[in-house]
């Protein structure tokens, strides 16, 4: 019986071994800052003691039984088959055990997934190697990628040491910031490969496809810093577009999506700028946004990605390389987006009066400004909280024909519907249905303009949010264009009435 004793006591040991482990080394998961992540924990932690209860069992009924019905004891083995009832005990006791893990378990799931009555949408997009955010309530919209400081540090032969970088490769030079204790839905998708977005912290990772929608949820609790990383091998620089959220109690959350728009509405400086000038200020953009691709001194990567230096386009016409700069071509990515009309001036003046080229020319921002799709003054203008000019809507009296519409509904769709519709109308079912050959959009027009100004589910309200004008003009965008003929238009005038009979328009939200 003593020996049986020191078993037990054997196997207590062990169990509080695991336990203290567990604290210093912290093998276990972390409990996370969202009631889902400690969900997941709890869960975890059930499970984990099932199994070491289970283990304990099995384990110490076969050891105990070795040990004390050995042979030398003389003991003989029983010699009987087939006993009902030993097999309907340990048919029943496996499926209970298993059904209580089931139930958990898929509580938790169906949690995870339920991404219904969210107070605000955040739609990810995944590039190589940065990510964009887009605030779908209210027209923040902005680029994170892997900070300047990490970024230097990382290159090879840069001499600094990465343990003197604070957060190292877990840097960004713009965060996502949420408000704590809001529930924040997520959409997910990619521009050019599969990424995938985690944040320890909240529990789960959620991968961004191109030409798909994921959808993910969280709530954070407590205020703070948490950071994550692409975990979806995704090209040459996977490992440098980490994620930082930042959670902010609600009124300095507001504080700062109003800076943020403030700052976004200010725009391109789109004034002259001297040659010298624009060369200097595009060495910073060229650090910040091509050196990745084309390499700090513009040799580039032979085979993947063309050296700047003698580059035949750069010291080719400079329209033509404003255009590749501006839109992208093959593993090119499209900086028209993602760079101001003056950055954008200043990049393409440096890499054409440095870098081994030598072409002596060069673009001013107002020049860049005309080559972008109208409206769309960088991140600033497809702001769609640039809201309705006052002047704008007197214009509503004016009487369009369908063609002037129709121009004009394109640039409105370009800045303010393509993003989620996309360019050619195709939508990213399910999330977000296609406008080409909607029975919305060949349906009643009435219909249409109903949904499009009080919007329905993720579907943006624009009552208050376009001028008549631009209003009109995209409806009758929609319905002409993208693919759709009905053949009929909307006028302002009849917008502007319907605009007018809104509850009283929302403020800055
Ligand atoms: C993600 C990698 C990547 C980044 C970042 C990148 N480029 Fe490129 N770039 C490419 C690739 C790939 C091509 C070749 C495109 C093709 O011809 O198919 C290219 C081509 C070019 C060309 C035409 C060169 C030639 O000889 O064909 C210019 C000019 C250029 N890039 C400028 C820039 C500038 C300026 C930036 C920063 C604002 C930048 N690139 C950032 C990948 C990149
Ligand atoms: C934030 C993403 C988003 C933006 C931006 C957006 N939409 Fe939508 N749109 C949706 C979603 C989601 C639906 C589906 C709504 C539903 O039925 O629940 C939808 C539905 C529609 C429909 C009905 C289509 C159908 O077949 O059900 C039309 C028409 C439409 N949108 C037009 C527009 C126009 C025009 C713009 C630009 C002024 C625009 N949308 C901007 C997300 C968006
Ligand atoms: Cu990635």
Not at 179 to 202: C, G, M, Q, Y
Not at 243 to 261: G, S
Not at 285 to 310: R, S
Not at 472 to 494: E, F, H, K, M, W
Request: net charge negative; charged share 20%; with cysteine.
């Amino acid at each position: 019986m003593n020996k049986t004793k020191q078993l037990f006591a054997g196997l207590i040991l062990m169990a509080l071994a695991l336990r203290t482990a567990q604290a210093d080394y912290t093998l276990n998961l972390m409990k996370g800052v969202t009631k889902v992540s400690n969900d997941i924990y709890d869960l975890h932690m059930l499970i984990l003691w099932i199994c070491v209860f289970i283990g304990i069992g099995v384990f110490g009924t076969m050891f105990y039984s070795i040990y004390h019905h050995r042979k030398s004891k003389g003991h003989e083995a029983e010699q009987f088959h087939e006993n009902t009832t030993v097999e309907i005990i340990w048919t029943i006791i496996p499926t209970l055990i298993l059904i209580s893990m089931a139930i958990p378990a898929t509580k938790a799931m169906m949690e995870l997934d339920d991404v219904q009555d969210s107070d605000m949408s955040i739609k990810v997009t995944g590039h190589q190697w940065k990510w964009e955010y887009e605030y779908l309530d209210n027209s923040v919209h902005f680029f994170s990628s892997l900070d300047e400081t990490s970024n230097k540090a990382r290159q090879i032969g840069s001499g600094i040491d990465p343990r003197s970088v604070p957060h190292y490769l877990l840097n960004v030079d713009n965060p996502l910031v949420v408000p704590v204790n809001k529930k924040i839905r997520f959409v997910f998708t990619a521009a050019d490969v599969i990424h995938s977005w985690w944040v320890p912290e909240l529990g789960w990772k959620k991968d961004a496809n191109p030409g798909f929608i994921n959808e993910a949820w969280t709530s954070i609790d407590k205020a703070g810093t948490y950071r994550g990383q692409c975990t979806e091998l995704c090209g040459k620089d996977h490992g440098f577009m980490p994620i930082v959220v930042v959670a902010m109690e609600q009124p300095d959350y507001d504080a700062w999506v109003k800076k943020t728009i403030e700052e976004s509405k200010k725009g391109p400086d789109l004034s002259d700028q001297s040659h010298d000038e624009l060369v200097s200020k595009g060495a910073a953009v060229y650090a910040k946004n091509c050196v990745t691709c084309h390499g700090a001194e513009g040799k580039g990567i032979p085979g993947a990605f063309p050296a700047i230096t003698a580059s035949p386009v750069v010291t080719g016409d400079i329209k033509t390389q404003a255009d590749i700069v501006l839109h992208g071509k093959g593993g090119m990515p499209a900086f028209g987006k993602m760079l101001k009309a003056d950055e954008l001036a200043q990049v393409i003046t440096y890499t054409r009066n440095s870098l081994g080229n030598k072409v002596g020319d060069e673009i001013q921002p107002k020049a860049i400004q005309d080559l972008l799709p109208q409206t769309s003054g960088g991140e600033a203008a497809a702001a769609p909280a640039a809201k309705a000019a006052p002047d704008e809507k007197t214009d509503a009296n004016v009487v369009l024909s369908k063609d002037e519409l129709v121009t004009k509904g394109k640039s409105v769709y370009a800045s303010h519907c393509a993003s989620c519709h996309q360019a050619e109308g195709q939508g990213m079912p399910p999330a977000f249905p296609a406008l080409t050959g909607s029975p919305v959009v060949k349906g009643d027009i009435k219909a249409q303009v109903d949904l499009m100004l009080n919007g329905k589910g993720m579907m943006p309200a624009f009552g208050t949010m376009l001028s008549a004008t631009d209003f009109a003009a995209v409806v009758t965008y929609t319905r002409n264009a993208l693919g759709n003929s009905v053949n009929d238009a909307i006028q302002p005038s009849a917008i502007q009435a319907l605009q007018a009979a809104l509850p009283a328009a929302k403020d800055d939200e």
